[in-house]
């Protein structure tokens, strides 16, 4: 299977921890990408990182990026009870179309 | 306006009706998709469309068909469905240049087949 894999499946914290979620990927890619969806509704864009950076910021949200590892992680600092969804990322693949996503992560945050 | 839209939001269909999907977007993308989701899985990707034409089809069965009138407008025409088609269905678009982009989605059509 060309699907990525994350890790964890799910995650559960206290409002105010951080939350970090891993990606692993397996194709050359361009961008590797950071997507939120709430209980099975549509997808909502929270970065994109390209494949010759290493790391970038927005807001609370912190991607590193590792192509020689061929790997992603997400930090969401300080977590909100309204960041309780699952996060999936996302590889645009080099040379086509296709976007490939991970597995996803659960992420429940308690108030 | 960066906004995907799609309706209907849910559709009931049984097995032997034929219904259509439909997906829009005026951001000028020129490459438009669509995905199947199932619960807590992820997306799953179905087609692509790029300019107008059909670029990937990742082996659906043909009770599922695809057609891109002009470059706003992407429908997914269904029929004789199966209770396993069951779905989210996703579109999203992103500009011209191959998944160098960001990709965006619309709000998704939850499709129930009995």
């Known amino acids: 299977s060309q699907q990525g894999e994350e890790d964890p499946q799910a995650l559960s914290i206290q409002e105010g921890e951080n939350a970090t979620m891993n990606c692993s990927y397996k194709?050359?890619?361009?961008?590797l990408q950071w997507y939120r969806q709430n209980s099975g509704r549509g997808l909502v864009h929270l970065i994109l990182?390209?494949?010759?950076?290493r790391e970038k910021h927005s807001g609370r949200l912190r991607v590193t990026l590792d192509t020689s590892k061929k790997s992603s992680s997400l930090l969401i600092t300080a977590s909100r009870a309204a960041d309780t969804a699952s996060y999936f990322c996302?590889?645009?693949?080099?040379?086509?179309?296709?976007?490939?996503f991970g597995t996803g992560t659960r992420l429940k945050v308690l108030a | 306006d960066t906004e995907v839209t799609q309706t209907p939001k849910h559709l009931v269909m049984g097995m032997t009706n034929k219904k259509s999907l439909k997906c829009e977007q005026h951001?000028?993308?020129?490459?438009m998709y669509w995905y199947k989701q199932k619960a807590k899985k992820p997306p799953e990707l179905m087609f692509v469309?790029?300019?107008?034409?059909?670029?990937i089809n990742e082996s659906v069965p043909s009770r599922f068909s695809p057609e891109c009138p002009n470059s706003s407008l992407l429908n997914l025409h269904l029929h004789a469905l199966q209770p396993e088609d069951s779905a989210l269905y996703l579109c999203?678009?992103?500009?011209?240049?191959?998944?160098?982009?960001?990709?965006?989605f619309g709000p998704g059509t939850r499709l129930t087949v009995l």
């Open positions: 469309y790029s300019y107008e034409k059909l670029s």
């Open positions: 951001m000028g993308h020129r490459a």
């Open positions: 996302a590889t645009g693949v080099s040379g086509t179309y296709k976007y490939i």
């Open positions: 999203a678009s992103n500009p011209p240049g191959g998944s160098t982009d960001t990709q965006y």
């Open positions: 990182i390209r494949s010759n950076e």
């Open positions: 194709t050359s890619i361009n961008n």
